[in-house]
């Protein structure tokens, strides 16, 4: 216990213009039954027009899961300008693996989000990151530097 910290990462760019859930290569943990563990992430990734995107994670089941993937939007120049910046939070549970997390209208640039999590697992699996875009022609790019990472805190 303590001691098995598996990391997924994205070593090169990948595009996602798929209108339906869709993994995020290199983003993917195992997790073994009646593991608790600790979850962290860092996802970096770039919008060329401002569109609707949409997260999620999918994972086995868990006897108990909490997790946040949060961040913020700012203030924009161009056509998808704000007069505000803004800061969004999505909490999951054990029995919410694949359904849409966080719906948020990104504007062109690059952002980050976070995820942070602490569960025990029942069936041994794999934890995966799903991105999806509104429409086809404004895709959503994950950059090198995202990961996702777990660290075995018990049994």
Known sequence: AGSVNTVGRVSVAQVISAVAFTNVSGLAVSVSATGWYEVKG?????????????????????????????????????????????????????????????????????????INGAIVVSTTGVIRVQALTSVTTAPIEFLRGCYLRVFRVGP
């Open 42 to 114: 860092a996802l970096l990734f770039s919008c060329s027009a401002a569109n609707v995107r949409k997260f999620t994670l999918t994972y086995p089941a868990m006897t108990q899961a909490g997790f946040h993937m949060w961040g913020s939007t700012s203030v924009m120049a161009g056509a998808a300008a704000s007069a505000f910046s803004s800061m969004y939070n999505a909490e999951m549970g054990p029995a919410n693996s694949g359904g849409i997390a966080l719906s948020i209208a990104f504007g062109a640039g690059v952002h980050s989000m976070n």
